[in-house]
Structure formats: structure tokens, C-alpha cells
């Protein structure tokens, strides 16, 4: 299995910033791209953010553009997500997914999923 594991949500008031780590220890995460996804209540996964292998290449959805920033560090084998200016719309559980298509951030082909971290912003 390709899982990832995800950690650092939690709570957080309106106009916020948390950061969202995205590991594993059982296979290279170089080798693929990485998404992070979110899926509210009652909602659909979105796609919110991809980064190729290299950390070159970079895509976001628009409601995130200029508030989320993804990365990744290929010698640690993780991959994060800084969220700044959060917002009420943005509680969803987060998930990071691996793509085979390493060479560009498109991440139309989610592997395995993982258990998600929950982020709640709220006042």
C-alpha cells in the first residue's frame, strides 16, 4: 500500500495558519508527486494543492491561491502544506495522496488514502 500519513490539523480561529505535514517511512516519496486533498461534510474530495517530484512544479486550486502554500522536502521524505488566512470554508478533513506522474503537479490520479487530519477554523 501507498498510504502517507498526515498530521497537524486541529483548531483554529478565522484568519489563522496551520501546517500540514504529510510522511511516510515505507517507500521514497521523490518518486511521485503529492497532493493534498480535503473533503468536507457532505462534500465531495477536492483537490487543494500538487507538487511534482522535484518540488518544481507547483498547483493549487483557486480557493486557496495566495493563502496555501504546498512543499516539500525530498531528504526528510515529506511534504507540507502551509495554510495561511484560513477560513470558515476551509474545515475539512485533509488528506495527501501520492501520483505516478511525477513530472508534472497535476495529481489527477490519487493513490491510497490515509486516515486524513481534521482541520476545524471556526471563532
Known amino acids: 500500500q501507498f498510504q502517507l500519513e498526515e498530521s497537524g490539523g486541529g483548531l483554529v480561529q478565522p484568519g489563522g495558519s496551520l501546517r500540514l505535514s504529510c510522511a511516510t517511512s515505507r517507500f521514497t516519496l521523490a518518486y511521485y508527486s503529492i497532493g493534498w486533498f480535503r473533503q468536507a461534510p457532505g462534500k465531495e474530495r477536492e483537490k487543494v494543492a500538487c507538487?511534482?517530484?522535484?518540488?518544481?512544479?507547483?498547483s493549487y486550486a483557486d480557493s486557496v491561491t495566495g493563502r496555501f502554500t504546498i512543499s516539500r522536502d525530498n531528504l526528510k521524505n515529506a511534504v507540507y502544506l502551509q495554510m495561511n488566512n484560513l477560513k470558515p470554508e476551509d474545515t475539512a478533513t485533509y488528506y495527501c495522496a501520492t501520483d505516478p506522474n511525477r513530472m508534472q503537479a497535476m495529481c489527477t490520479s490519487p493513490g491510497d488514502w490515509g486516515q486524513g487530519t481534521q482541520v476545524t477554523v471556526s471563532s
Open positions: 507538487i511534482d517530484g522535484r518540488g518544481t512544479g507547483v
